[in-house]
């Protein structure tokens, strides 16, 4: 987990110049990524008896190739991003604690879009 975690904090670190300055951002990019399907296991929170199913079904969903079992895993995790509209607070939040230059109106109408 601990690498899955650095990979994150790569992506979404400040970029710098040679010099050690930080350089403007790329907001495109910090979305692109968030949005990003291959860091849905990395941001999905479940309750503990959610982490024991989950865990379960996936080795049974990888180790016998079912696919149908697969797909609903899939379908649940990014569903579960969605639920309280934390993965759009989130978002909001990196992007506010990084001074990316959006404005308010910007940010609630980016919320609206990523619930």
Do not use: C
């Amino acid at each position: 987990m601990v690498e899955n975690e650095d990979i994150i904090g790569k992506i979404f670190a400040p970029s710098t110049d040679p010099q050690g300055e930080i350089e403007t951002e790329d907001v495109a990019k910090i979305i692109r990524e968030w949005l990003d399907v291959k860091h849905v296991d990395q941001k999905t929170r479940y309750t503990p008896a959610q982490v024991i199913a989950v865990s379960i079904l996936q080795s049974l969903a990888d180790t016998y190739n079912i696919k149908t079992l697969k797909r609903f895993l899939k379908t649940y995790k990014l569903a579960k991003l969605s639920e309280g509209g934390k993965s759009s607070e989130e978002l909001e939040n990196i992007l506010k604690n990084r001074n990316v230059n959006v404005d308010d109106a910007g940010l609630k109408s980016l919320t609206k879009f990523l619930e």
